[in-house]
């Protein structure tokens, strides 16, 4: 069963930087789509961003050009760079797999003062 460990999260202000780690088990982050997710309390998780087994990427609109994804297929682990931090990016944040979810890790909250 898959497994991910998410870190990385905490308190930054506005315009703040911080990157997220996500720790998967197995080759999966080697061979599927790996994402990262966002979500409120009482709401969706939403996709955010998400990165192919070629290295191709997709972002969500309100992230493009803040927010940069990665992985370290070496290492089995994903990454999430988030620059320019707005107070409209506070959620626990997931990384999974979009394309067959698995189940989530305890995820990683975000927090941004303004």
């Known amino acids: 069963q898959a497994q991910f460990v998410e870190s990385g999260g905490g308190l930054v202000q506005a315009g703040g930087s911080l990157k997220l780690s996500c720790a998967a088990s197995g080759d999966l982050i080697n061979i599927f789509t790996m994402g990262w997710f966002r979500q409120a309390p009482g709401n969706d998780r939403e996709l955010v961003a998400h990165i192919s087994r070629s290295g191709s990427t997709y972002y969500r609109d309100h992230v493009r050009g803040r927010f940069t994804i990665s992985k370290d297929n070496a290492k089995k682990m994903g990454y999430l760079q988030m620059n320019s931090l707005k107070p409209e990016d506070v959620d626990v944040y997931y990384c999974?797999?979009?394309?067959?979810?698995?189940?989530w890790g305890q995820g990683t909250e975000v927090t941004v003062s303004s």
């Open positions: 999974n797999l979009p394309d067959s979810l698995w189940p």
